[in-house]
């Protein structure tokens, strides 16, 4: 099993800034990408952004120039700086990771963590 913990979210103002962190854990796993989904009520949860252990990256359209995702290899976690940010921004976001055992990959999610973007 791996635990992805996340750390970061609150109450911001538009224009404002954000980072969020998220460290994932487990015995006898390899994690490779990581990535951050958000998910606002009533709404699907969508991709945000994906990092690769190589550091290639992808990021939704309506991020893309605000939002940087990073990631340290050696701790197995994944950062999200996130700037200007708008109200459409208001969401819980997941950190999320692919892990493999040697034999399979599976993909973990963690518990979410709030984002709020108001006046």
């Known amino acids: 099993q791996v635990q992805l913990v996340e750390s970061g979210g609150g109450l911001v103002q538009p224009g404002g800034s954000l980072r969020l962190s998220c460290t994932a854990s487990g015995v006898g796993f390899r994690i490779n990408a990581m990535g951050w989904y958000r998910q606002a009520p009533g709404k699907q949860r969508d991709l945000v952004a994906t990092?690769?252990?190589?550091?290639?990256?992808n990021y939704a359209d309506s991020v893309k120039g605000r939002f940087t995702i990073s990631r340290d290899n050696a701790k197995n976690t994944v950062y999200l700086q996130m700037n200007s940010l708008k109200p459409e921004d208001t969401a819980l976001y997941y950190c999320n990771a692919d892990a493999s055992n040697g034999w399979r990959t599976y993909a973990y999610w963690g518990q979410g963590t709030q984002v709020t973007v108001s006046s």
């Open positions: 990092i690769t252990t190589g550091g290639r990256t």
